[in-house]
């Protein structure tokens, strides 16, 4: 349904009877009982379907996870904003990135995250505007660089004008009221995440600013409940109601038709609940997340990818969503990296069974999935490497979280999910990062002096402090090696400490291998085509690392944490170190040299040419350590969500 708005239309009318028409319709509008206020626009939204912006593919490349509010300020206010993100186009280039994921860019109330939504179909103020986002598009797309929103389905914020509508109570002239769920009587049983998901409307307690979890029962008899699975600030939608629904489908497309290439859908699994046990993950919920998938993809060339933490493999499954972040496995990557043999192991089987379109990363903006990649690996630059190549290199598409590649910190001091989310560090500028010309709207994170993107950019890339160099090559392996970026996984193996994994598409085929540890490793690769030559793609330059033995094996030698990525191929015969289930040949003849010393994991100065890594890059600055969380901020969002 559509409200009536009733705007006078200056212009038209002589003035005197403009006026009198008005009293009129006013007196009308007073007399219907203000049923006619604009309370939310839900005009129907038809599809302009178009033609694709972007190269196929394209969603297959590594992705940005980006704050808008933290990334970049063009005006000097201290928050970041669309123009700002503009601007950082080029950077996002020229790391190698083919698709950002913004948080929330939608109206919201929460002044900070933007999962609070107040309207779906407008831009967040202190972001900027509608032009500016068809700007952004328009700048993204002339890079080859596609955008997703994140869109988020099940819930409003409490100040959501449908919501105010729906406080006003049930009845026939309240049409807002069964936009959201309610329940009479207190509900019995309900235990979601450690609290009480009904809220008792006579104790306002959207204004609660402690922890849901510590809200006051109601007391006995009360009545007048709404559901918020989120926390009471964030009531969830009715979803059983058609009208939601297509409320949602129009609001998807409006963004769609504007040339928007996707959504990150948010929570899904919590659309639809059915009683105090079966509230996660219904069948209900997959069933809408199928209505949703199906109409991005009916827009060519787009792409979606849905939270789902309790079971990401059900809604990577084109049934479902057709795409999901991987919970539940990620956080090998980094356990890997921090010398689990039982991780190393499982970074070796889960792409055997896994659908290749679910998502990956390290790290996000919730600290359940983990603080800063940084603060993970204490610091250490060599594990944060290590880390990183298994999900660059591996199949699913990679989410790097801003900031990640140049090695920012989280803020410590702040609370909850805030130490993750501080502004982008650009510069080495201790007030405003680079970030804004203003005061920034969060303190910056504590290394931004030695990590940020001008210092991490001076840095050659032989040097093993260069992060930012390390994740340009990955993504250039990725961009440039069509089986990294959407090829099959075979032939995978944990060793050890050492993962190994081949990756195939057409005549290309790539061999990946990561040694987690932090010793030499000399590792027997198996099942890879008798004779064929092994030449370095990482590190760069080509050189023939070895030849692959009659048995279909060949043993290569790997620096503690350190990664090797071969192109298998048939070579033309030249000195090559022959290798066989004995190892590399140690001949001493000038290519064969270099190729030893590339198989032994040296970074190359120059081709061939080895040096040492540095003691700092193995070990972690104690400063750069995060502290324990111990005081409140002010605008924290509720802490209660996995996602919030
Ligand atoms: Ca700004
Ligand atoms: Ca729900």
Redo the contacts with the bound molecule.
């Keep these: 349904m559509k409200p009536l708005s009733l705007q006078a239309q200056p212009g038209r009318w002589p003035g005197k009877v403009s006026a009198f028409l008005l009293a009129g319709l006013w007196a009308l509008t007073l007399a219907t009982g203000l049923r006619a206020a604009p309370v939310l626009d839900t005009s129907p939204v038809a599809a302009r379907h178009g033609t694709a912006h972007l190269p196929p593919h394209w969603d297959r490349g590594a992705f940005m996870e980006i704050f808008v509010r933290a990334y970049q300020?063009?005006?000097?206010?201290?928050?970041?904003?669309l123009?700002?993100l503009i601007s950082r186009l080029d950077y996002l280039k020229d790391l190698g990135i083919r698709g950002i994921w913004l948080m929330p860019i939608t109206r919201s109330a929460d002044g900070d995250h933007g999962y609070a939504t107040t309207d779906f179909r407008d831009i967040e103020p202190?972001y900027g505007t509608l032009a500016d986002f068809d700007e952004l598009l328009r700048q993204a797309h002339a890079r080859g660089i596609g955008v997703i929103t994140d869109y988020v389905i099940n819930h409003a914020a409490h100040q959501h004008p449908a919501f105010q509508q729906a406080l006003k109570g049930p009845g026939p002239d309240n049409p807002w009221r069964d936009w959201f769920v309610w329940s009479q009587d207190a509900p019995q049983g309900w235990d979601i995440w450690g609290k009480n998901p009904w809220y008792h409307v006579a104790a306002r307690p959207w204004e609660w600013t402690g922890d849901p979890k510590d809200l006051p029962p109601a007391p006995p008899g009360a009545q007048d409940f709404y559901f918020g699975t989120f926390g009471p600030h964030m009531p969830d939608f009715n979803m059983r109601k058609p009208e939601v629904v297509n409320y949602h489908l129009d609001s998807l497309r409006f963004w769609l038709n504007r040339g928007l290439d996707g959504f990150r859908l948010d929570a899904v699994p919590h659309l639809v609940e059915n009683n105090a046990k079966d509230w996660n993950d219904q069948p209900e919920s997959r069933q809408l997340t199928k209505r949703f998938q199906d109409l991005i993809r009916a827009y060519p060339n787009r792409t979606v990818v849905c939270e789902a933490t309790a079971e990401p493999q059900a809604y990577g499954d084109p049934a479902v969503c057709g795409g999901a972040f991987a919970f539940g496995y990620v956080h090998h990557f980094v356990k890997a990296a921090q010398g689990e043999a039982a991780s190393v192991q499982q970074l070796a089987e889960y792409y055997r069974k896994a659908r290749p379109t679910m998502a990956t990363f390290v790290s996000n903006h919730d600290r359940f999935a983990g603080q800063r990649l940084w603060d993970q690996v204490g610091g250490d630059v060599a594990r944060y490497k290590v880390a990183a190549a298994g999900y660059l290199l591996q199949p699913g598409t990679p989410y790097i979280y801003y900031g990640e590649e140049v090695g920012q910190a989280g803020v410590p001091g702040l609370d909850g999910d805030l130490p993750l989310r501080a502004p982008m560090s650009w510069r080495p500028d201790a007030a405003g990062a680079g970030f804004?010309s203003g005061t920034p709207f969060r303190p910056v994170a504590p290394n931004v002096l030695t990590h940020n993107a001008q210092t991490q950019a001076q840095l050659q890339a032989q040097d093993p402090r260069s992060i930012l160099s390390f994740y340009k090559a990955m993504l250039a392996l990725r961009n440039t090696r069509p089986s990294i970026a959407r090829g099959s996984f075979e032939h995978s193996f944990a060793d050890g400490l050492v993962l190994g994994f081949q990756r195939r598409l057409e005549g290309e085929r790539t061999v990946v291998l990561i040694n987690y540890g932090t010793g030499l490793a000399s590792v027997r690769v198996p099942d890879l085509p008798p004779g064929q030559a092994l030449r370095s793609a990482y590190p760069a330059g080509g050189a023939l690392s070895a030849r692959v033995g009659r048995d279909g094996s060949a043993t290569l030698h790997l620096a503690p944490l350190s990664v090797r990525v071969f192109d298998i191929g048939s070579a033309q015969a030249q000195a090559a170190p022959a290798v066989g289930r004995k190892g590399v040949n140690t001949t001493k003849a000038s290519k064969a040299t270099k190729a030893t010393k590339a198989a032994k994991g040296a970074k190359p100065k120059q081709e061939g040419k080895a040096v040492k890594r540095p003691k700092q890059a193995q070990s972690a600055p104690a400063a750069n350590q995060r502290t324990t969380p111990s005081s409140a901020g002010k605008g924290a969002a509720p802490s209660t969500a996995p996602t919030r």
């Excluded at 300020?73 to 904003?81: K, M, N, P, R, V």
């Design positions: 300020d063009s005006d000097g206010d201290g928050i970041g904003d123009r700002g202190a804004t």
